[in-house]
């Protein structure tokens, strides 16, 4: 920039540069600066249209040969977790816990090299190229879930992934409200924007000090949702149970999602002293059911009763035989 323009005069000042060499690195430096806001909007453009030439894949020749790394577990119906953040570790915990396969992929060789050692399906490389995803088993991959801080590695992973495996789930966290029509463009289904979810939190910690009711907080936010973001409706399942569970003293608020058809019959909320309040089914909210209501799969049956019962409840479920 302009302070080797400095650096270049003390050196004329102490005769380490002679006057042509100056004039050079000036007329070099110039042209550099000036070239470089027009390469930096046009290098993508010439990166997709390489990307095009059959056989030739431009995000393997911008890796090392060796940073394609190879896995070789057999995967299926897995998660692929780009970017071992905060993030991605939250959900490779989750994915432990519930026993959900998965494998994670970063372009930190220290990250890899350290969870590696704890045990972590991990590989190095960029998740943007073909050749990478296709060690990550995309192919047979049910959910692809990106946590990059990088817009563009982002755009080009689900580009990829995408072409892949059409039938992909693909989850994406963006920085930016502004990003989120784009990266839906591309092929995400569910882009989740940091800022705009920031935002909301936010409003619902000040709205909840200044103790307003929590219906109305809730109402609030499904409306600062609806223009853009219903498919974020769902969450605020969570919050509504965060927030009772916060209200009540002596019971709790308990949820459980109905994931196997062939259980549905034991779900025996009486013997336990729980109270079945509502019942979320794609996206809607039922109440006023009979006991003997049917339940179906992906079913969210919210219930309150005492923290024992409900911890019980949900241990014996989780454990019940398949």
Do not use: W
């Not at 042509?20 to 110039?30: D, P």
């Not at 394609?68 to 577990?73: A, G, I, L």
């Not at 000090?209 to 498919?231: A, F, G, P, Q």
């Amino acid at each position: 920039g302009e302070f080797s323009f400095v650096l270049a005069g003390e050196g004329i000042k102490y005769g380490l540069l002679s006057n042509e060499m100056f004039t050079l690195f000036l007329a070099v430096s110039i042209i550099t600066m000036s070239s470089t806001p027009f390469l930096q909007k046009t290098t993508p453009k010439i990166h997709n249209m390489i990307k095009k030439i059959p056989g030739f894949d431009v995000d393997d020749t911008l890796m090392t040969i060796d940073s394609v790394e190879h896995y070789e577990e057999e995967l299926e119906d897995h998660v692929v977790i780009v970017g071992f953040g905060v993030n991605g570790k939250n959900i490779a915990r989750a994915c432990d816990h519930y026993h959900i396969p998965y494998i994670v992929v970063d372009m930190n060789p220290l990250i890899v090299e350290k969870e590696k050692s704890y045990g972590i399906p991990i590989i190095y490389g960029n998740a943007a190229s073909e050749s990478v995803q296709k060690e990550l088993k995309v192919t047979s991959a049910k959910c692809l879930v990106v946590v990059t801080d990088s817009f563009e590695s982002t755009f080009k992973t689900i580009d990829t992934a995408r072409r892949l495996n059409p039938d992909l789930h693909i989850i994406v966290r963006t920085r930016f409200v502004r990003n989120v029509e784009e990266l839906y463009e591309i092929g995400a289904d569910e882009v989740i924007p940091e800022e705009f979810e920031t935002s909301i939190e936010m409003f619902s910690r000040v709205m909840d000090y200044y103790n307003k009711d929590v219906d109305e907080i809730i109402e609030t936010i499904d409306t600062l949702r609806s223009d853009h973001y219903n498919t974020f409706r769902c969450v605020s399942t969570e919050e509504i149970t965060a927030k009772l569970s916060e209200r009540l003293t002596d019971l709790n608020v308990g949820s459980l999602n109905v994931t196997k058809k062939n259980r549905l019959d034991n779900y025996d909320f009486r013997s336990y002293d729980l109270t079945v309040t509502s019942i979320i089914r794609n996206n809607k909210t039922l109440v006023g059911f009979s006991p003997n209501f049917p339940l179906e799969a992906n079913d969210l049956i919210l219930f309150t009763g005492n923290p024992e019962d409900i911890e019980s409840f949900i241990e014996e479920q989780y454990h019940a035989p398949q």
